[in-house]
């Protein structure tokens, strides 16, 4: 089982999967017709088969995406050490979203 989880590594570094979104310019995807026509077909899609539960988590993972590259995020370390005064609210939050998911993909029937 540890091969496999080694040849995964080894893929990840070789193909540099970790920078290429690292490196994802946001601003640019959504301006960019080859991202944002299927988007918004997909977002038509749902609307259309009322899934408002995966727009909700689609919503939610975008908003968690954009807010891992804001300027909040990239001061919770200093030096190489953690700001707990700035970790904890992150946490929290990233509990509050989870709770929301949990209950949106189980505590709900439609």
Known sequence: MSDFFQKTLDFFQQTH????IKDVDAAGLFV???????????????????SFRDIIILLIFIGVWWFSGTEYMQT?????????GKV?????????VLGV??????????
């Open 32 to 50: 960019n017709p080859w991202f944002m026509v299927p988007f918004v077909g997909f977002m038509g899609y749902l609307v259309y088969k009322k």
């Open 76 to 84: 919770l370390t200093v030096k190489g050490e953690i700001q707990i």
């Open 17 to 20: 999967v970790v920078e290429q």
């Open 88 to 96: 904890l609210p992150v946490l929290a939050g990233g509990a509050a």
């Open 101 to 110: 998911v949990i209950y949106l993909l189980f505590g709900r029937s439609d």
